[in-house]
């Protein structure tokens, strides 16, 4: 991207890396449109031309939310943009406040653009209620294990898989129903898909 037509029109930028061994994705908030620059490759899409946007997040490896933002062009394919960034093997960079203003300043050009963009928050429905039925099957095979643990005078053994098995359901609950399908307007942005400031 041009650093002097960013610097010029002080148009809000937004950089992040993927994997560690992926090129950085850096997006550009235009007068008119989005701009990217992705693997070495530019484009850009209009901002009436943003046909949907879904707003989610995913559990991380230390009890942490990575935001994600999905748009989708109506010329097709679809871009992901994440509030991590990549700097090594495990070690990432949280950059939740930058990526909340950029989100937020998005959703406010796009209304007020006109387009006909349809804003989605949460899973898609046809991942959502699968994630439901997983999450209830495995609540009732762990009282079923504990149970047959209790009868076996296991007591031990059941009461550690209790545990494990609880602190599992509690963070898939948390990530199932925090992603729960719905329609939102971008001028009201649902919270429980946006990082905290």
Same mark, same amino acid.
């Given at each position: 991207?041009?650093?002097?037509?960013?610097?010029?029109?002080?148009?809000?930028?937004?950089?992040?890396?993927?994997?560690?061994?992926?090129?950085?994705?850096?997006?550009?908030?235009?007068?008119?449109?989005?701009?990217?620059?992705?693997?070495?490759?530019?484009?850009?899409?209009?901002?009436?031309?943003?046909?949907?946007?879904?707003?989610?997040?995913?559990?991380?490896?230390?009890?942490?939310?990575?935001?994600?933002?999905?748009?989708?062009?109506?010329?097709?394919?679809?871009?992901?943009?994440?509030?991590?960034? #990549? %700097? /090594?093997?495990?070690?990432?960079?949280?950059?939740? $406040? +930058?990526? @909340?203003?950029?989100? =937020?300043?998005?959703?406010?050009?796009?209304?007020? #653009? %006109? /387009?006909?963009?349809?804003?989605?928050?949460?899973? $898609? +429905?046809? @991942?959502?209620?699968? =994630?439901?039925?997983?999450?209830?099957?495995?609540?009732?095979?762990?009282?079923?294990?504990?149970?047959?643990?209790?009868?076996?005078?296991?007591?031990?053994?059941?009461?550690?898989?209790?545990?494990?098995?609880?602190?599992?359901?509690?963070?898939?609950?948390?990530?199932?129903?925090?992603?729960?399908?719905?329609?939102?307007?971008?001028?009201?942005?649902?919270?429980?898909?946006?990082?905290?400031?």
């Amino acid at each position: 991207m041009d650093d002097t037509a960013e610097t010029a029109d002080d148009a809000p930028i937004y950089a992040f890396k993927p994997r560690m061994l992926a090129a950085e994705s850096a997006f550009r908030l235009g007068p008119d449109s989005l701009e990217w620059f992705i693997g070495g490759r530019p484009g850009r899409v209009a901002y009436p031309m943003i046909a949907r946007v879904r707003l989610g997040f995913r559990l991380t490896n230390f009890m942490g939310r990575r935001y994600t933002a999905e748009i989708f062009p109506r010329t097709g394919g679809r871009m992901e943009i994440s509030s991590y960034s #990549a %700097r /090594g093997i495990i070690d990432t960079a949280n950059q939740g $406040a +930058a990526y @909340r203003a950029f989100i =937020s300043e998005l959703h406010r050009r796009i209304a007020k #653009a %006109r /387009g006909e963009c349809r804003f989605e928050a949460g899973m $898609a +429905a046809w @991942r959502f209620w699968p =994630s439901i039925a997983v999450t209830v099957a495995m609540a009732i095979g762990l009282v079923y294990v504990l149970w047959r643990g209790l009868l076996g005078g296991q007591l031990v053994t059941g009461l550690i898989v209790l545990a494990v098995g609880i602190m599992f359901l509690w963070q898939m609950a948390k990530t199932v129903l925090g992603n729960r399908p719905r329609i939102y307007s971008p001028v009201a942005i649902p919270e429980d898909v946006l990082p905290k400031n």
